[in-house]
């Protein structure tokens, strides 16, 4: 399922009209008495071809749109979804943090610099794991 599904990706963001055709099937087949597995595999499927065709949309966003701000809203939406910790480091922070090197970089640009840190737990993982 997941290859059909990239296989199709096209970055379409910046065409007036994008053509679609959509797949309009897919048949899964599973051996006896494990449909509940191939279906929960499909879901996963799903969830990292999703996952896989953001990334490529940003990876493909020409910076005039995929601005440092508008990467930390993404990632603050997404993770009100998916229920990582986001944190987004503006310029006054930046500044404390002794960042001389992302706000130098950052000089270049028409927008304020931004830096996320993005923190996952899964359930069971002890505070202090991965310091």
Same mark, same amino acid.
């Given at each position: 399922?997941?290859?059909v599904?990239? =296989? $199709?990706?096209?970055? !379409?963001?910046?065409? =007036?009209?994008?053509?679609?055709?959509? *797949? %309009?099937?897919? !048949?899964?087949m599973?051996? =006896?008495?494990r +449909?509940?597995?191939?279906?929960?595999? =499909?879901? +996963?499927?799903l969830?990292? *071809? $999703?996952? %896989? &065709? #953001?990334?490529?949309?940003?990876a493909?966003?020409?910076?005039? &749109?995929?601005?440092a701000?508008? #990467?930390?809203e993404?990632a603050?939406?997404?993770?009100?979804?998916c229920?990582?910790?986001?944190?987004?480091?503006?310029? %006054?922070a930046? +500044?404390?943090?002794g960042?001389?090197?992302?706000?130098? *970089?950052?000089?270049?640009?028409?927008?304020?610099?931004? &830096?996320? $840190?993005? $923190?996952?737990r899964?359930?069971?993982a002890?505070?202090?794991a991965?310091r």
């Open positions: 399922m997941e290859g599904l990239l =296989a $199709r990706y096209e970055f !379409t963001v910046l065409r =007036a009209k994008p053509e679609r055709s959509p *797949v %309009t099937g897919l !048949t899964l599973a051996p =006896a008495g +449909r509940a597995d191939a279906e929960a595999g =499909a879901r +996963r499927g969830t990292h *071809v $999703r996952a %896989t &065709m #953001l990334a490529r949309d940003l493909s966003s020409p910076p005039s &749109m995929l601005t701000a508008v #990467l930390a993404t603050q939406r997404l993770a009100a979804e229920g990582p910790d986001v944190e987004v480091f503006e310029e %006054t930046l +500044r404390e943090m960042c001389g090197g992302l706000l130098g *970089v950052n000089a270049g640009s028409v927008g304020p610099p931004r &830096m996320i $840190r993005i $923190r996952y899964p359930d069971g002890p505070a202090d991965a």
